[in-house]
T-cell receptor, first 111, second 113 residues
Framework: QKEVEQDPGPLSVPEGAIVSLNCTYSNSAFQYFMWYRQYSRKGPELLMYTYSSGNKEDGRFTAQVDKSSKYISLFIRDSQPSDSATYLC???????????FGKGTTLSVSS | DAGITQSPRHKVTETGTPVTLRCHQTENHRYMYWYRQDPGHGLRLIHYSYGVKDTDKGEVSDGYSVSRSKTEDFLLTLESATSSQTSVYFCAIHGGGTTGELFFGEGSRLTVL
């Protein structure tokens, strides 16, 4: 089993929809959880991070971590065409030396 | 702008030739990374460095070597390129905070024919 599993999609939604992106992980020792956004032909950039369990909100984006289920989610409210990108979940490895990434989910928001 | 420059941005080469990708940072950060990104595999760690002359292997290090003789430069070398090394290579630096945030370069697209 891979350390991080993420459905690659693609996912297509109309403008204004609520989007739910998810990852599961295998190692209960992970503590830092992140979501990166990557536009086409660009490098990934950090969107949100969460420490341990709970929710974190930033504008239209909410990151959620459920450590009991080893499940992390990113919700996008009122999705916009500018949200069209690949979203990657990432976890910090146990040694704290690198990030382990999911495969990424490609999202397309149509106007 | 995290001050990361990758070169070359695009390269086409032939099987068996050596290739070196360069990552240059202006931030003086200690940790630097090389990842590769492929369809169906996402981002996978090749090697990373935690200081000058200090490097360690990642998940997919076979066929790659790295060197870091200066804080600002981290080189990735393919001694004898193979078609399976056709990929987009990203350099990243650790932001220095407690969250483990990485800042990525724009990527180097390598095609091995």
């Amino acid at each position: 089993q891979k350390e991080v599993e993420q459905d690659p999609g693609p996912l297509s939604v109309p403008e204004g929809a609520i989007v739910s992106l998810n990852c599961t992980y295998s190692n209960s020792a992970f503590q830092y959880f992140m979501w990166y956004r990557q536009y086409s032909r660009k490098g990934p950039e950090l969107l949100m991070y969460t420490y341990s369990s709970g929710n974190k909100e930033d504008g239209r984006f909410t990151a959620q971590v459920d450590k009991s289920s080893k499940y992390i989610s990113l919700f996008i409210r009122d999705s916009q065409p500018s949200d069209s990108a690949t979203y990657l979940c990432a976890l910090e490895n146990q040694a704290g030396t690198a990030l382990i990434f999911g495969k990424g989910t490609t999202l397309s928001v149509s106007s | 702008d995290a001050g990361i420059t990758q070169s070359p941005r695009h390269k086409v080469t032939e099987t068996g030739t050596p290739v070196t990708l360069r990552c240059h940072q202006t931030e003086n950060h200690r940790y630097m990374y090389w990842y590769r990104q492929d369809p169906g595999h996402g981002l996978r760690l090749i090697h990373y460095s935690y200081g000058v002359k200090d490097t360690d292997k990642g998940e997919v290090s076979d066929g790659y070597s790295v060197s870091r003789s200066k804080t600002e430069d981290f080189l990735l070398t393919l001694e004898s390129a193979t078609s399976s090394q056709t990929s987009v290579y990203f350099c990243a630096i650790h932001g220095g905070g407690t969250t483990g945030e990485l800042f990525f370069g724009e990527g180097s697209r390598l095609t091995v024919l």
